[in-house]
């Protein structure tokens, strides 16, 4: 069984900053890498950042220069990984649910892998 818990969410002005971290609790040997999506009110869920097990990292255009996405290898092990999403410069239209997710492989690797998600945490920025 996977746990994953988001925490760090809250209220900024427009211009601050908020840094989210997720637990990933569970068996996760080899992960495919971890990543971090939104929703906003009456909107689709988007992704937001990926980062694989070797660090690589994608953005979305949207905070490309904003947000980073960084692990901690350094306490990461097969039972317990920390995802984290620095977030400067925070606009209004920032303003969502942030969902963490943790990838594992399936049987058929991680082409297809297993996915799990937090429950999520808000993020409000305010004008």
């Known amino acids: 069984q996977v746990h994953v818990v988001e925490s760090g969410g809250g209220s900024v002005q427009a211009g601050g900053s908020l840094k989210l971290s997720c637990v990933v609790d569970g068996y996760i040997f080899k992960s495919c890498g971890m990543g971090w999506y939104r929703q906003a009110p009456g909107k689709d869920r988007e992704f937001i950042s990926f980062i694989k097990s070797d660090d690589t990292t994608t953005y979305a255009d949207s905070v490309k220069g904003r947000f980073s996405i960084s692990q901690d290898n350094a306490k990461n092990t097969d039972y317990l990984r920390t995802l984290y999403l620095d977030m400067k410069n925070l606009k209004t239209e920032d303003t969502a649910v942030y969902y963490c997710?943790?990838?594992?492989?399936?049987?058929?690797?991680?082409?297809?892998?297993?996915?799990?998600w937090g429950q999520g945490t808000q993020v409000t920025v305010s004008s």
């Open positions: 997710l943790a990838e594992r492989p399936s049987p058929m690797g991680c082409d297809t892998p297993l996915k799990y």
